[in-house]
């Protein structure tokens, strides 16, 4: 897996703002890219939540899941992408969302909770659920 540091955008970025810095940046090396997992060290959140997993569950869910490109975003924002164009057929696990205009996938399991409120997410749906 590729892992890129990018600087963060401001002092006072929050993980909104971090995660639009990721997509804008893995959509520079990837064609269709999808949020596979990620963690935010300033809440110690990260997605997908596994229970009984350790601290670091998040990452390495990503590196199984065909995570490509892990992102830092400054010191404390981490996501890791995968490529999508190459999916045989729609995966009913991704969710499309978009945050202040940049539209981009992610797999349900590393929605948020405000995209989860946003989209009327609801737990078990789509395929794998």
């Not at 490509?68 to 995966?91: M, N």
Request: hydrophobic share 35%.
């Amino acid at each position: 897996m590729q892992t890129l540091s990018i600087a963060a955008a401001s002092s006072t970025i929050d993980f909104s703002q971090a995660r639009q810095q990721a997509v804008a940046k893995a959509c520079e090396t990837l064609t269709e890219p999808v949020i596979v997992a990620w963690k935010d060290d300033t809440t110690g959140l990260s997605a997908p939540e596994i229970p009984g997993g350790t601290a670091n569950r998040w990452h390495d869910y990503g590196e199984n899941n065909e995570g490509t490109l892990e992102l830092k975003v400054g010191d404390d924002f981490h996501f890791i992408f995968t490529e999508s164009s190459a999916f045989d057929e729609p995966d009913m696990n991704l969710a499309s969302l978009e945050d202040n205009g940049t539209k981009f996938l992610c797999l349900n399991g590393a929605c948020t909770e405000a995209d989860q409120q946003r989209m009327g997410y609801f737990p078990g749906g789509g395929l794998g659920g």
